[in-house]
Nanobody, 128 residues
Framework: QVQLVESGGGLVQAGGSLRLSCAAS????????TGWFRQAPGNEREFVVA????????YYANSVKGRFTISRDSARNTVYLQMNSLIPEDTAVYYC?????????????????????WGEGTLVTVSS
């Protein structure tokens, strides 16, 4: 089993930056695709970004491309999400995820219903 714990959420003004961390324990991240979803109040959980187990392939949602950057530190079993140029529409609970499926599947509407491991989420609030 894998346990995922997010941290780094908080309140930030529009245009600011925030860095989220997702620390994994238990089963290794090796051979797992990892990434982030987010869920705003009243909305469905939506795909943000996925990174392959090797770190060589990354998929970003169009809404965050160019502003968010995902990275992995395999030695520390940690995934990071650097969020720059934040806008109020980024306000959501951000959930770390790990799944055996390739990152190209993560943006599919039904993918979130079968994710192998979820973190419990960290709240990001972007003020205007």
């Amino acid at each position: 089993q894998v346990q995922l714990v997010e941290s780094g959420g908080g309140l930030v003004q529009a245009g600011g930056s925030l860095r989220l961390s997702c620390a994994a324990s238990g089963r290794t991240f090796s051979r797992y695709t990892t990434g982030w979803f987010r869920q705003a109040p009243g909305n469905e959980r939506e795909f943000v970004v996925a990174i392959s187990w090797s770190g060589d392939t990354i998929y970003y949602a169009n809404s965050v491309k160019g502003r968010f950057t995902i990275s992995r530190d395999s030695a520390r079993n940690t995934v990071y999400l650097q969020m720059n140029s934040l806008i109020p529409e980024d306000t959501a609970v951000y959930y770390c995820a790990a799944d055996a499926r390739d990152g190209s599947f993560w943006s599919a509407p039904g993918f979130k219903n079968g994710v192998d491991y979820w973190g419990e989420g960290t709240l990001v609030t972007v003020s205007s």
